[in-house]
């Protein structure tokens, strides 16, 4: 085995995730392939708000990704003379786990302050005593702010400049994410020109009268509604922590950053869960009738008339118990971590399927009537083969409403359980757990709000973005929308 | 001032120049160009046209109640000396229900099912009348009483799922009468409702209109209900009214070629055994409306002026004006219309001695009734109960009857879609019940079923080649493959569509079309019966006359037999070699369709056909009242079962179901009536039938 820099890790998680992913393409191609899906995603296109909020999400789920390949970098082994003779052994990986993003955000990851730090701060929150040695030699101790380690360190001691040295950034920052916008947008209507024939003025035209089949002005609104924050905000954190520090003085804007994987993990493999249960067995439900939807009617009735949270907490603390019982099972803190969110997936998923299925079993009830179906019946077209050629497209849109719909609920679910503490390892970075956090630091004197503040931000508009997209995906896949849009 | 004088001297309601669009994204869709009407106090304005030619937006555009992106961009419309389209909405809420009340088609969704019939009207009396309390309760009957529903006093506080769909439509015009509006819209009053309901709402909507010589502006595609009810009548096309005639002129010389087409598409006794008249092409889409003559496309006589230049108002008799560059175009060329290859006459002769295709002996299905938590057995709705058919090779047998009888159970428990709960199914001679599903499958290519519902008979998420393959594939009738693919453009081609179809999607097609399609996939597996669920009841006339020839050439070519489910007489008339009718699960009468409907000897059978509008003026046999409507197949009435409505009803009729007489060999019917008449004809009797039926 060649001596990589690295050793690559490979969470479960990451699996799901990347497999999402790959199912995500195939429907891709599915739709374009199927002029009716194609039909409907293009409606989805011409949406404003619809392509807004897919232009945020995706830009979540590029930080999503970059967070999903992970890797234990190699020890220096160089280091020490001890180690010096040892040429021919194996070499030796870090116990931490590292993602692709911690490298890019490497800056953001190491610079601890020693505690809690305002956004932008160059000094810290609390007074302390430090020591100062005062002109004449003498040292004396003060109780001031003290300095911090990392925020503003660049100014040295000329700490008037801090304002000032903010203003030039952010004036810079914003210059530049104009001049990126622009070169995006004018990217954009020139390739449109080039597609659809004309001069790029009149493309550019186009794409702000929203005569084009896709909503390109939605589109470029939100990446300059994206970058305009975004850009200022970067050169900002090279040198200051922007959304200040937590407690043990880590940096806020790289925690949220790293909640957005947990929320997307939460999200997306819940449902991946979710579906296989909830549409066989609604369908089969719906279209056997009889016993076997006595049965399962029975089997939803019972499980949605359970407390949610008390079956979760259940689920949650006996798999806790299992982990803490066999410590030989992960190799690393995140592979435990990582198993313990994923199970908490697998129980939302095990106790949200009821929802779904019922309002499958009562479409179903209503096509299965229908003359199509009683046709194939006539054919003696086998019932499985109904069900997947005659019921199964026809439920989809209902499907994809609700995949989208659920996964903002989902995401906040995670909030809920983590504040009650229930929910990801206390070791993994989430919403949930900075929200969890700041429920003491709210009630500090004076009070420590800004962590708070980022989850708030950070999760409203993932949700928000989901919300919206999962509004226009409705109303395009919606057959009775469908004729009147 | 001068001009609303002229209004009123005109009549009730004048419009003109009437505009009606339809918003889809930035642009606005013309649905109704520029009308002109006008309906005169104690006058009927029928407007009549197929669906989709703008008559429904005519009418909610009157009541300015046209759906969200319904637009008026231009037009007057005076009622009552004021202009609608200028008056503010709150004014315009008094106009609507106290100066127009609008009835609508469906009567079961236009009541609001959580509130009670006196609660209903007594919103509109409070509304209207400012009355309150007592007076309310004491209109509220009065109107129940004169829209002719016994028991008012019980009804008010009932709600609607307790009353029958006529009753339902009949508690809808007292509603719409309680404002006292003197202009009452009537949109497809009678479309949802059985032919001897139907009968009973026209009655009643005749006599209302005389008693307060309202105007009424009647929308419908029914020139039988415009026959009865019409004082003058509007045919509308494609967003135009193009002939407007009294109803005299109109019947006896219809003058435009989409009128004259309409009449020629009509099934009928005169054209019986030979083609229709069909109008080629459809109604143009409201985004492609051709410049010239909207007909234009369609008409057999056009020529270049007319799609070079729209036709204006022609006048040609008093009161008969057309949109038509033609000016040749002689009234009464369409009653010699249908004069197309004859076929072979459908009763021609009595069928030879062949072994029948489908033997049905005494079929029953019976739906438990189940109540209480344990969900135990309480009673059965008798849908179908001891029907024996028979249909030979190359014939067409029509079920008729209304609504609830039973007709398309039996057609699906022939099918064994609906497993029959006794009784047995031939066919070819070989028993259809008590087989498992694998079994079946070699019997079931040669049985298929046409449904009633272009729309809802083809997944919309298949392609056409892949709707007409299912059938195939599952029945092992071709390959799939290359085979299949010409297999599949064969059949399209035999049912008239070209074979680029098969890789289009339902939704791409028109209702005639997809009825085509849904026939092809029937025929895509060489079937000997089909079994034609109501196929025509959907489609516009126009269309129905192509699919009746489609289907009557698919019989002559590959000796189909038809078992033909229907509640429409014409229908039957013109493609059936024998009828059976049923009331209640049962098969009152059954014979060849000359002996049934020319000679009727349940009286059932008789208050049928005097209740169908025929689309004439002269010869219109009286009108058999029936009173009551269906009762429920779960408790039905003792003895025979049509007695409680039966005119004719004796002793003997409460105390037995009758067995059946055998008229003549073919002629059957259950009933005491003829039997007591000729007690000598029993089953074996072989004379003459009695001829006590209506004739005409």
């Not at chain 2, 057309?322 to 076929?343: F, I, S, Y």
């Not at chain 2, 008590?434 to 499958?441: C, D, G, I, M």
């Not at chain 2, 098969?502 to 597996?525: C, D, K, N």
Request: aromatic letters at 6%; glycine letters at 10%; hydrophobic letters at 50%.
């Amino acid at each position: 085995m060649p001596d990589l820099p690295f050793l690559p890790v490979l969470l479960w998680s990451d699996l799901l995730i990347w497999l999402l992913l790959f199912g995500a393409l195939l429907l891709g191609w599915l739709s374009a392939r199927n002029p009716l899906l194609c039909a409907a995603w293009q409606r989805v296109g011409r949406n404003r708000a619809g392509i807004a909020s897919a232009t945020l999400l995706l830009a979540f789920v590029v930080v999503g990704l970059l967070d999903s390949l992970h890797y234990r970098p190699r020890l220096e082994n160089g280091s020490g003379p001890a180690a010096g003779g040892s040429v021919g052994s194996a070499p030796a990986y870090a116990v931490e786990v590292l993602s692709l993003l911690d490298e890019l955000l490497a800056p953001l990851r190491t610079r601890h302050e020693k505690t809690y730090s305002e956004p932008l701060a160059t000094r810290a929150h609390a007074k302390e005593a430090i020591e100062v040695r005062t002109p004449d030699g003498e040292l004396r101790q003060v109780r001031d702010y003290p300095r911090l380690r990392h925020g503003g360190a660049h100014l040295g001691a000329d700490e008037a400049r801090h304002a000032a040295d903010i203003g030039e950034r952010v004036l810079h920052g914003l210059a530049l994410a104009l001049l990126a916008w622009w070169a995006v947008a004018a990217a954009t209507a020139a390739g449109l020109a080039r597609a659809e024939g004309g001069t790029p003025r009149a493309a550019w035209r186009r794409i702000w009268h929203g005569d084009s089949g896709f909503a390109w002005n939605a589109l470029l609104a939100a990446l300059a509604g994206l970058l305009l924050p975004a850009v200022p905000m970067a050169l900002l954190a090279v040198d200051y922590h922007v959304f200040g520090t937590d407690k043990v003085g880590q940096d806020v804007l790289y925690q949220v950053l790293k909640s957005v994987r947990t929320a997307l993990v939460i999200g997306l493999v819940t449902t991946l869960v979710m579906l296989p249960l909830s549409i066989f067995l609604g369908v089969v439900a719906g279209y056997f009738r009889g016993w076997v939807d006595d049965l399962i009617q029975y089997l939803y009735t019972t499980l949605s008339s359970i407390p949610g949270v008390l079956l979760i907490a259940a689920a949650v603390l006996m798999m806790q118990v299992l982990i803490d019982t066999h410590p030989q099972w992960f190799a690393t803190a995140a592979e435990r971590a990582d198993l313990r969110l994923l199970a908490l997936c697998f129980i939302l998923g095990l106790t949200s399927w009821t929802g779904l299925c019922r309002l499958l079993r009562g479409e179903t009830l209503k096509l299965r009537e229908l003359e199509y179906i009683q046709a194939a019946q006539a054919f003696g077209v086998t019932d499985l083969r109904i069900i997947a050629r005659h019921l199964l497209p026809n439920l989809m849109h209902i499907v994809i409403i609700a995949l989208v719909m659920d996964f903002s609920s989902l995401v906040l679910a995670e909030a809920v359980l983590s504040y009650v503490g229930i929910g990801v390892d206390p070791t993994m970075i989430s919403f949930g757990t900075m929200i969890n956090n700041a429920r003491l630091e709210l009630a500090r004197e004076p009070m420590v709000w800004w962590s708070l503040a980022a989850a708030f931000v950070f999760m409203f508009t993932l949700v928000l973005a989901a919300n919206l997209l999962a509004d226009a995906v409705r109303d395009a896949f919606d057959p009775r929308l469908a004729g009147s849009a | 001032m001068s001009r609303e004088v002229a209004v009123r001297e005109e009549g009730l309601l004048t419009v003109r120049e009437l505009r009606i669009a339809f918003a889809s994204g930035h642009a606005l869709l013309p649905a109704v160009d520029g009308i002109d009407l006008c309906v005169a106090a104690g006058e009927t304005l029928a407007l009549l046209g197929e669906s989709g030619c703008g008559k429904s937006a005519t009418a909610l555009a009157l009541l300015r109640l046209l759906p969200a992106a319904g637009r008026i961009p231009g037009g007057e419309v005076w009622f009552a000396g004021r202009d609608l389209l200028r008056l503010p909405e709150a004014e315009m809420r008094a106009v609507r229900g106290g100066g127009m009340a609008m009835i609508f088609q469906e009567p079961a969704t236009s009541l609001n099912p959580v509130l009670t019939v006196g609660h209903q009207l007594a919103e509109v009396l409070e509304r209207h009348l400012s009355l309150a309390g007592q007076a309310v309760r004491q209109r509220a009957l009065e109107l129940l009483t004169a829209v002719g529903i016994a028991d008012p006093e019980r009804r008010l506080g009932e709600y609607p799922f307790q009353l029958s769909g006529g009753m339902k439509q009949r508690v809808m015009i007292a509603i719409a009468l309680a404002g006292e509006p003197r202009l009452l819209i009537a949109d497809e009053p009678t479309t949802a409702l059985d032919v001897t309901i139907q009968a009973q709402i026209l009655d009643l909507l005749r006599r209302l209109q005389a008693e307060r010589a309202m105007g009424m502006l009647l929308i419908t595609h029914d020139l039988g209900v415009v026959a009865q009810m019409a004082t003058r009548v509007g045919v509308m096309y494609a967003g135009e009214i193009v002939e407007e005639a009294p109803r005299a002129a109109f019947f006896a010389a219809p003058r435009h070629p989409y009128t004259q087409k309409l009449f020629a598409a009509l099934p009928d006794l005169a054209r019986r055994g030979s083609r229709l008249e069909t109008i080629p092409g459809q109604v143009p889409a409201l985004s492609a409306m051709p410049a010239g003559c909207r007909f234009a496309a369609r008409c057999a006589h056009a020529w270049a002026l007319c799609r070079a230049q729209a036709p204006e108002w022609r006048q040609v008799a008093p009161g008969h004006r057309l949109r038509c560059h033609l000016d040749g175009g002689q009234g009464a060329a369409w009653l010699g219309g249908g004069v197309a290859v004859p076929v072979a006459g459908p009763a021609a002769e009595a069928p030879a001695v062949t072994p029948p295709l489908l033997a049905v002996d005494d079929l029953r299905v019976h739906f438990p009734i189940r109540r209480g938590i344990l969900q135990r057995t309480v009673g059965h709705v008798r849908a179908v109960d001891g029907v024996s058919l028979e249909l030979v090779r190359g014939r067409t047998l029509a079920l008729v009857g209304e609504s609830g009888c039973g007709k398309t159970t039996v057609g699906k428990a022939i099918l064994q879609l609906i497993q029959p709960t006794g009784g047995s199914v031939q066919l070819l001679g070989q028993q259809l019940g008590e087989r498992s599903r694998r079994a079946l499958r070699p019997l079931r290519r040669r049985m298929q079923m046409i449904f009633q519902d272009p729309f809802a008979s083809l997944n919309p998420r298949l392609s056409v080649g892949e709707i007409i393959a299912e059938g195939m594939r599952a029945l092992g009738v071709a390959a799939p493959g290359q085979g299949g693919g010409a297999a599949i453009a064969a059949v399209l081609q035999q049912v008239g569509l070209p074979a680029q179809a098969a890789g289009r999607y339902p939704h791409e097609f028109s209702g005639g079309q997809r009825q085509r399609i849904a026939i092809a996939r029937a025929l895509a597996v060489q079937p000997d019966l089909v079994i034609c669920d109501e196929p025509t009841s959907a489609l516009d006339v126009s269309v129905q006359a192509q699919i009746l020839n489609l289907l009557a050439s698919l019989q002559a070519e590959l000796g189909l037999a038809y078992l033909f489910i229907t509640h429409n007489f014409a229908v039957v008339d013109h493609l059936a070699h024998e009828v059976a009718v049923m009331y209640l699960g049962r098969i009152v009468e059954q014979g060849r369709v000359d002996e049934v409907l020319r000679a009727p000897q349940h009286p059932y059978t008789r208050a049928l056909l005097s209740a169908v509008p025929g689309p004439r003026l002269e010869a219109q046999p009286e009108f058999i009242r029936l009173p009551g409507e269906m009762p429920s197949p779960a408790r039905p009435p003792g003895g025979c079962h049509f007695h409680p409505r039966c005119p004719q009803a004796i002793a003997a009729c409460r105390e037995a179901y009758p067995a059946s007489s055998r008229l003549t060999p073919t002629h059957v019917v259950r009933c005491h009536l003829p039997g007591q008449e000729e007690s000598a004809l029993t089953v074996s009797g072989m004379k003459t039938p009695p001829c006590g039926g209506v004739t005409g």
